[in-house]
């Protein structure tokens, strides 16, 4: 079976160049999209964060109170 080789003219190649420059613009609003939301996810992953601390804060400062408490209380 006989290959059939095709010549790579000019404008082919042309055209191949402009279907890569689409690609890489294509590629590059990609990143840029991900890059958003990747911002935006660990926005909320440091906002829940601060909040579990605050969390651990609270808690801990009323176990403490509550150790005051008692050992007052028992003296």
């Known amino acids: 079976m006989p290959v059939m080789l095709e010549r790579w003219n000019d404008d082919k190649m042309d055209a ?27 926005d909320r992953f440091e906002r829940m964060q601060r ?5 651990v804060i609270a808690l801990t400062s009323g176990f403490l109170a509550g150790f005051a408490a008692l050992i007052v209380a028992l003296h």
């Open 16 to 42: 191949l160049e402009g279907k890569v420059d689409d690609l890489g613009g294509e590629m590059r609003e990609q990143r840029r999209e991900m890059k958003a939301g990747f911002e935006r996810v660990d």
């Open 51 to 55: 909040t579990m601390l605050n969390g």
